[in-house]
């Protein structure tokens, strides 16, 4: 059974960095692409970055020079870098990858204020 489980979201102000985690189980990490989506209070979720099996990356245009993703395949974690952060980043993120079928972590809370 595939679970992933995503840390490390929480308030910080605007311009400040958070790290976020996707731990995974039930899956061979490094055959697999890896995805951070999120989704704010009344808007549909949208995928934020994306780091495929061979390690290629893509960003959505509103985060690119500012997050990235990255992954540690012995550890079976995806991760989320998030710098110079904006309110608009406000958002549940989640980590997604599919394996047969969708899967999706339950998501974290990033809150973007002063």
């Known amino acids: 059974q595939v679970q992933l489980v995503e840390s490390g979201g929480g308030l910080v102000q605007p311009g400040g960095s958070l790290r976020l985690s996707c731990a995974a189980s039930?899956?061979?990490?490094?055959?697999?692409?890896m995805e951070w989506y999120r989704q704010s209070p009344g808007k549909e979720r949208e995928l934020v970055a994306r780091i495929t099996s061979i390690g290629s990356t893509n960003y959505a245009d509103s985060v690119k020079g500012r997050f990235t993703i990255s992954r540690d395949i012995p550890k079976n974690t995806a991760y989320l870098q998030m710098n110079s952060l904006k309110p608009e980043d406000t958002a549940v993120y989640y980590c997604?990858?599919?394996?047969?079928?969708?899967?999706w972590g339950q998501g974290t809370q990033v809150t973007v204020s002063s």
């Open positions: 039930g899956i061979i990490f490094s055959r697999y692409t």
């Open positions: 997604y990858t599919w394996n047969g079928g969708d899967y």
